[in-house]
C-alpha cells in the first residue's frame, strides 16, 4: 500500500551535516505520518523523529533535539532528515517508517523502507 525508500547515506566526518531523503509511493492516509528510526549493530531500533504531513507538526528523541530536523516536500512526496554537528553516536542504519497514527514505539508503524547507513567517523 504505502513504498518508502531511503536515501542519503555515507561515510561522514563528526562535526558536518547530512540529509537523508525518504520517498514515498502508494495509497496515502487521511492522517499521516512519516517516521525515522535508527539501529546501530547489537541495539535496539530507536525512534529519531516523525512528522505529520498535513500540518507539518514534528517530534523528536532528546538524543537528536536541537540537531536534527526532519520535513517535507509535498510536490516530490518525500520526507527529509537534516543531520547536523553529527556524532560518532550518531552511526546507525537510518530507516524510514509510516502509518497513519503517531508513536514513538516502533512496533506501532507499519510501513518501513529499507534502511540507509550512516557512518560518522571522528
Known amino acids: 500500500q504505502v513504498q518508502l525508500v531511503e536515501s542519503g547515506g555515507g561515510l561522514v566526518q563528526a562535526g558536518v551535516s547530512l540529509r537523508l531523503s525518504c520517498a514515498a509511493s502508494g495509497r496515502t492516509f487521511s492522517s499521516f505520518f512519516v517516521g525515522w528510526f535508527r539501529q546501530a549493530p547489537g541495539k535496539e531500533r530507536e525512534f529519531v523523529a516523525a512528522i505529520f504531513w498535513d500540518g507539518g507538526a514534528a517530534s523528536y528523541a532528546d538524543s537528536v533535539k536541537g540537531r536534527f530536523t526532519i520535513s517535507r516536500d509535498n510536490a516530490k512526496n518525500t520526507v527529509y532528515l537534516q543531520m547536523a554537528s553529527l556524532k560518532p553516536e550518531d552511526t546507525a542504519v537510518y530507516y524510514c517508517?509510516?502509518?497513519?497514527?503517531?508513536?514513538?514505539?516502533?512496533?506501532?508503524?507499519?510501513?518501513w523502507g529499507r534502511g540507509t547507513q550512516v557512518t560518522v567517523s571522528s
Open positions: 517508517a509510516a502509518d497513519n497514527t503517531f508513536s514513538n514505539r516502533k512496533d506501532r508503524w507499519t510501513y
